[in-house]
């Protein structure tokens, strides 16, 4: 059984580690110090919720149907596209750590933009449903749940350790130019993931 929850762990920490929407939004809310904590618990929870899935032999439903997995790329695209220029668009404004002048938005708004940045990138729905599912079809059913007992784990241990790592660095980064090139590495993931999504569809 610990072979089984060691497996896990390393393809969950193989997958979650790699920069992806989640990892740059988490990152900017942790150097801003900003409700950080409760988007790391989101990202982790989403990712539980949706490795259960997988585990549970549901990819299928989601990996063979081409209307969903279209709708899912270019609704996907859309967010991340946006978001990106968001991004973008504020290297050209004042950049503060300073909470209130980081980006204004209320614990209610970053929720709905963590949700969206989890539920609307369908690398989300690849990475723990299809990849993770996919290798924990090939363990018998006590097995499979220490797998996904372990690629949960690595999941939490992951956002956690990103948003305590940011929060600790952000007295150390304060300066805007560190702002400045945040926003534009977190502008080109964006819009680098936004592009994958839909290059097959062009």
């Given at each position: 059984m610990?072979?089984a929850v060691?497996t896990?762990?390393?393809?969950?920490?193989g997958?979650?580690?790699?920069?992806?929407a989640q990892?740059?939004?988490?990152l900017g809310?942790?150097l801003?110090?900003q409700h950080?904590?409760?988007?790391?618990?989101i990202c982790?929870?989403?990712?539980?919720?949706?490795?259960?899935i997988?585990?549970?032999g549901l990819g299928?439903l989601?990996?063979?149907n081409p209307f969903w997995?279209e709708l899912?790329?270019?609704g996907?695209?859309?967010f991340?596209g946006w978001?990106?220029?968001?991004?973008?668009?504020?290297?050209?404004?004042?950049?503060h750590l300073e909470?209130?002048?980081?980006?204004?938005?209320?614990?209610?708004?970053?929720?709905?933009?963590t949700?969206a940045?989890?539920?609307?990138?369908p690398?989300v729905?690849?990475d723990t449903?299809v990849?993770?599912?996919?290798?924990a079809a090939?363990?018998e059913?006590?097995p499979?749940?220490?797998?996904?007992?372990?690629?949960?784990?690595a999941?939490?241990?992951?956002?956690?350790?990103?948003a305590f790592a940011?929060?600790?660095?952000?007295?150390?980064?304060?300066?805007p130019?560190?702002?400045?090139?945040?926003?534009?590495l977190t502008?080109?993931?964006m819009?680098?993931?936004?592009f994958?999504?839909?290059k097959?569809?062009?």
């Amino acid at each position: 059984m610990i072979s089984a929850v060691l497996t896990g762990f390393g393809v969950g920490g193989g997958l979650i580690i790699a920069i992806g929407a989640q990892n740059a939004f988490l990152l900017g809310q942790g150097l801003r110090r900003q409700h950080h904590i409760m988007v790391a618990l989101i990202c982790a929870f989403s990712d539980a919720l949706l490795i259960s899935i997988g585990v549970a032999g549901l990819g299928g439903l989601i990996s063979s149907n081409p209307f969903w997995t279209e709708l899912m790329a270019w609704g996907g695209a859309a967010f991340l596209g946006w978001y990106g220029l968001k991004s973008f668009k504020s290297l050209f404004s004042n950049h503060h750590l300073e909470k209130e002048k980081s980006h204004g938005k209320s614990r209610k708004e970053i929720l709905l933009y963590t949700l969206a940045v989890t539920f609307l990138n369908p690398h989300v729905y690849i990475d723990t449903i299809v990849l993770v599912g996919g290798i924990a079809a090939q363990y018998e059913f006590e097995p499979r749940l220490y797998f996904a007992l372990g690629a949960i784990s690595a999941s939490l241990c992951w956002f956690s350790f990103l948003a305590f790592a940011a929060s600790w660095a952000s007295p150390y980064l304060s300066r805007p130019i560190t702002w400045k090139v945040i926003d534009g590495l977190t502008g080109s993931v964006m819009w680098l993931i936004a592009f994958s999504l839909i290059k097959e569809q062009l």
